[in-house]
């Protein structure tokens, strides 16, 4: 893929460009925000808190799986454990925990973030640089070892990381210049939109390893809008701009309030980005009680007949035969 992106869409406004400017601190370095200023849970230190992704009372389980596919359409896909085990081997529970870092900026203030939007906006934030990330990693890592727990998934979130790709490209490059790609996998939390605009302004170039290793980094992306809205073409432009780059995408839809038109429409979005995306696509319950959403718009909760899974699968049915979550979405290509 050539090493150019087109002008910024819709979003390229001036939150874009601030958000782009707070993330991006110069000279290698980038901005993060200390979590230990947060109300964030399993704080480490100020640059990474602790997550376990799969957590049943939480309704957040692999539900690709047959132990779990008959909450598929009711519980929150929580599948990073299943990639990390393709990739590195071993059952999912043994990679069922990551450590979670965040840029300090984002170009978006969607109603149910977790995340205050205070730290959105360069609130309580520092530098560092990708080496330092791996550093803080590598060693938090190590302090969990001698209490017998592994650590396989390094998780770049926010915030936006992808207002930086030379973050993730850093981060990305120092794992393999240490020889942790053997143990370790990347994964970025997104919302695409910006890689467009931040991969020209930051004047990104791959090397042919970084080529190589691009389909290593699982980018999962949430449609925080839907198609036909203001912001869809740049979301579109970001999810078709990562999959040109190489990038292991797994999009997920972002609310609970699309319509039946609005999902049939993204079908034949993504499928003419990539034939493998309509099947690797979380639909999400969003059944979420994180404190911070306390003062701002719950998404409504429908039932099971009207979820949003339940309307994606006959969409699938219908149009390629597939049920949602037949498989695994690690096991669907791209392609």
């Known amino acids: 893929m050539a090493e150019s992106a087109p002008s910024p869409g819709p979003d390229g406004g001036r939150l874009l460009a601030r958000s782009y400017r707070i993330v991006n601190a110069g000279a290698g370095e980038f ?12 704080v480490r230190g100020r640059q990474f808190r602790l997550f376990t992704p799969v957590r049943r009372e939480r309704l957040r389980l692999p539900t690709s799986l047959p132990e779990f596919a008959a909450l598929r359409h009711e519980a929150n896909l929580s599948d990073s454990p299943l990639a990390v085990a ?19 900026a984002c170009n978006f203030r969607c109603p149910y973030c977790y995340v205050d939007f205070a730290h959105l906006s360069g609130v309580d934030s520092f530098v560092a640089t990708a ?7 590598v060693l938090l890592r190590q302090s969990l070892q001698a209490s017998g727990r592994g650590l396989s998934l390094l998780r770049l979130s926010g915030g936006e990381p992808l207002l930086a790709p030379a973050l993730v490209l850093g981060v990305l490059r120092e794992l393999r210049r240490r020889e942790l790609l053997g143990s370790t996998v990347l994964k970025v939390e997104s919302n695409v939109s910006a890689l467009p605009y931040a991969w020209r302004e930051s004047a990104v170039r791959l090397t042919a390893d970084d080529t190589a290793e691009l389909p290593r980094v699982k980018l999962h992306t949430t449609l925080h809008f839907p198609p036909g809205a203001r912001l869809w073409p740049a979301i579109r432009n970001g999810v078709e701009f990562a999959v040109g780059l190489g990038f292991d995408v797994y999009p997920a839809v972002g609310a609970n309030d699309w319509s039946v038109a609005d999902l049939e429409r993204l079908h034949g979005e993504l499928a003419a980005i990539s034939p493998g995306l309509p099947a690797r696509l979380a639909v999400r319950p969003f059944h979420l009680d994180y404190p911070v959403l306390a003062d701002r718009r719950l998404l409504p909760r429908p039932r099971e007949v009207d979820a949003p899974s339940v309307l994606w699968e006959k969409i699938l049915l219908r149009r390629s035969g597939a049920r949602y979550l037949e498989r695994p979405r690690h096991l669907v290509p791209l392609t």
């Open 31 to 42: 901005a993060f925000t200390d979590l230990r200023l947060t109300a964030l849970g399993g």
């Open 86 to 104: 393709a990739e590195l081997g071993g059952h999912w529970s043994e990679h069922n925990l990551a450590a979670i870092t965040h840029v300090a």
């Open 131 to 137: 080496a330092a990330v791996v550093d803080e990693f």
